[in-house]
């Protein structure tokens, strides 16, 4: 069988059992940043509370930008893949089998976070006030959904199978060849 044709045998279930996987690895790190956090409290309660940039950027950096490099990195090594893509014997790679390297990896890992840190973005606006109109917040979380609504749907009617995000950065997912 061709790497192309590979490409197509992945079901969005695996997808989403290699997800679930993962998500035990994210978890993970929720349940520590959040033991942490009771340590630190008075540190964090000013960064979370005076301003929804100030918010936005911490919660960036302490939430979104691991789990990002985390995907990034996995899969833009060797292995091409995260721990749950392993489990499931699923690799990320170029639309012809090819090696995606860590730029593309970045590029694919920015892409499929964008509806997630859009979210942030809104949420941290409507917590704290700001000057935004609520039809513009509104409007934010519209494109959130219909973003995660797309990305969630587009595997359904793609020849390959790719996410809208697999589709703009050149990736696919597909089994791992066996060695």
Not at 2 to 12: H, P
Not at 84 to 100: D, E, P
Not at 115 to 133: D, G, R
């Amino acid at each position: 069988m061709n790497k192309r044709a590979n490409a197509i045998n992945v079901s969005i279930g695996t997808r989403i059992i290699a997800f679930l996987w993962d998500y035990v690895i994210i978890a993970g790190y929720i349940v520590f940043l959040i033991g942490v956090s009771y340590l630190i409290r008075p540190l964090l309660i000013p960064l979370f509370t005076t301003d929804p940039i100030l918010a936005e950027v911490t919660g960036f950096l302490f939430i979104t930008l691991p789990v990002y490099l985390y995907f990034a990195l996995c899969e833009g090594s060797v292995s091409h893949a995260t721990w749950g893509k392993r489990k499931m014997g699923i690799v990320v790679t170029g639309i012809y089998g090819h090696s995606i390297g860590l730029g593309s990896s970045l590029f694919r890992s920015a892409l499929k976070f964008v509806p997630w840190e859009l979210a942030h973005f809104t949420i941290w606006h409507m917590v704290i006030p700001s000057n935004y109109s609520n039809s513009f917040y509104y409007s934010l979380l519209g494109t959130v959904y219909g973003l995660a609504l797309l990305y969630l749907i587009s595997p359904l009617w793609s020849k390959n199978k790719q996410t809208l995000y697999d589709y703009i950065s050149g990736t696919v997912i597909r089994y791992k060849d066996k060695d």
